[in-house]
Structures are given as structure tokens and as C-alpha cells.
């Protein structure tokens, strides 16, 4: 099973990325709405969920979140609205064999085609929003058939603040 580490953002949040416009091009491959989550850890293939490994997150404090200013290409092939607040949290779930740095964003939209990039119009877009991020998913990506859907198999309540 493909499963990563994940924080999703509350509805309201999720209303402001959905007022974005998506112009219909025909290089870009837009998201959806159930898709729209920051990945603290990407885990891969696994042929059994780690055990324990949300545990450890619940002693930290809930941290505030903020998205935005506006979006941004990640790597030229995704369109991104960046993620702020989530770098201890996501440190904590980092393995010692992970180097990649984290960056964290919602993803809205990826190139179609191999060496295709997100036409430089589409950043730029301004957006804000934040919210308080409660809880950590450990999340199941099906793929094939469409869109990628996701299903949360653990989750973990963060700490609350003083």
C-alpha cells in the first residue's frame, strides 16, 4: 500500500482554494477538492502500516498554519499554494534516511505530459487562510481509475496550546 503522513486543512480553508480560478489547459492537470492536503512525510510502498509512529506526534502543541501569499510552481511541474507553521511538526515524522527537505503546500495542479511545465500565468494567484492544525492522518493513496483517492487509516490528536 502507498501511504504518507499527512495534515488536512478545514473547510473553510478549503473553500478559499476552491474560489481559485482553473482555467481549462491543456498541459495542466488540476486537483480536487478531496485531494487538497500537506504532506508532512511521504512513506511510499509499504506492505504494512508502521506501527506507532502518529503516537509520538500527540505530546506536540497543535501549531497555527497559515497558506499563501500567493501560488507558486514547485519544481515547474506543480502548481502550489505554500504551507507555513508545519516544519516541527513535520521533523517529527521524518526518518533519518529521508534528506528531502520539507516544503510543505497543497498541490493544485500538475503538468500532463513528462517535461511539460505549469505555464508561468497560472502563479501568482493570491490567497491566504489559516487554521489551527489539530490532527495528524496517516493516509492510504489509491491510484488508478481517475483521480487519486485517499483514505486516512490513523490519525493522531496534536496537543492542545496553553
Not at 505530546?59 to 498554519?65: D, E, F, L, N, S
Not at 505554500?82 to 511538526?89: A, M, N, Q, R
Not at 513528462?114 to 492522518?137: C, D, F, M, N, Q
Amino acid at each position: 500500500m502507498r501511504l504518507f503522513v499527512a495534515v488536512w486543512p478545514p473547510d473553510d480553508v478549503l473553500d478559499a482554494v476552491a474560489a481559485l480560478e482553473r482555467p481549462d489547459h491543456p498541459s495542466v492537470r488540476w486537483t480536487t477538492r478531496r485531494q487538497w492536503h500537506v504532506t508532512l512525510r511521504f512513506l511510499g510502498e509499504v506492505d504494512e502500516p508502521p506501527r506507532d509512529l502518529l503516537e509520538p506526534l500527540a505530546a506536540i502543541t497543535a501549531p497555527r498554519v497559515s497558506i499563501g501569499p500567493a501560488t507558486e510552481r514547485l519544481s515547474g511541474r506543480v502548481l502550489m499554494i505554500p504551507v507555513h507553521g508545519l516544519d516541527e511538526l513535520a521533523a517529527a515524522v521524518q526518518d533519518v534516511a529521508d534528506t528531502r527537505p520539507f516544503r510543505g503546500h497543497v498541490t493544485l495542479a500538475r503538468a500532463r505530459r513528462r517535461g511539460a511545465k505549469i505555464p508561468a500565468s497560472l502563479t501568482g494567484t493570491p490567497i491566504e487562510g489559516s487554521w489551527t492544525a489539530r490532527r495528524v492522518a496517516l493516509v492510504r493513496s489509491h491510484l488508478g481509475g481517475g483521480p487519486a483517492r485517499y483514505e486516512d487509516i490513523q490519525s493522531v490528536d496534536l496537543a492542545e496550546g496553553a
